[in-house]
């Protein structure tokens, strides 16, 4: 739970390479698909479950958020994940950390999702980047789900020089076609009828 915790975890390998999978929790079958990609690539892997305040809107879903520990820490067990670190808001958002946060650029953060959300991705970069500074990675895992979110975090590496790799992976759907999210529990019967038919039509669109 604790930074002292996850480094003096994360210290004992010098010459490991190391997964990281940062995760909001409410975990499914495209974390899983993130934790398989990097058992297969690095010697250890480390998942974090942080719900950071500070990527949520005003009126936005942060107090509703799904929650479910016991499940995520059940599903970190059977993937055989080396470490799980949860912190909480004082851990990571310290009176002592200081740093300024970094600011990615308007030119990705103002389109798409960032139209409807304009501070989502500076909190993004912001826990993500504090994520990285403890953890060390060598390498960070990221479903294509959120491609946006993937672009900027990997001009953030480049432009603060972090020597990481991000790992884009697979988008992971139900059998429906609805690519797979927390968020996804919120449909009522009616409503997710309605939505499964985006990527239905969708493939229609690309044929
Ligand atoms: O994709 C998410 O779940 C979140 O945006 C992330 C990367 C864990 C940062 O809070």
Do not use: W
Not at 35 to 47: G, L, Q
Not at 106 to 122: A, E, V
């Amino acid at each position: 739970e604790t930074i002292k915790e996850i480094t003096e975890f994360r210290n004992q390998f010098s010459n490991e390479t190391i997964g990281f999978i940062p995760t909001m929790g409410a975990l499914h079958n495209g974390h899983e698909s993130l934790m398989i990609e990097s058992k297969k690539n690095c010697d250890i892997t480390i998942v974090s479950i942080y719900l950071n305040p500070k990527q949520f809107g005003k009126n936005e879903d942060y107090n509703k958020y799904p929650k479910q520990i016991t499940i995520d820490i059940n599903i970190c067990k059977k993937n055989k994940i080396d470490a799980l670190f949860i912190p909480n808001n004082n851990e990571i958002y310290s009176k002592n950390n200081i740093t300024k946060p970094y600011l990615p650029s308007k030119k990705l953060t103002t389109i798409l999702c960032g139209k409807s959300r304009p501070d989502f991705f500076n909190g993004v970069c912001n826990v993500v980047e504090r994520l990285f500074n403890i953890v060390t990675p060598t390498h960070a895992f990221f479903g294509d789900k959120d491609l946006q979110q993937r672009l900027i975090i990997e001009e953030m590496v480049k432009d603060l020089n972090k020597n990481i790799i991000i790992i884009g992976c697979p988008i992971i759907r139900d059998k429906n076609g609805l690519a797979l999210s927390s968020r996804n529990s919120y449909f009522s019967k009616d409503e997710y009828n309605i939505v499964i038919q985006i990527p239905k039509l969708m493939s229609l669109i690309i044929k």
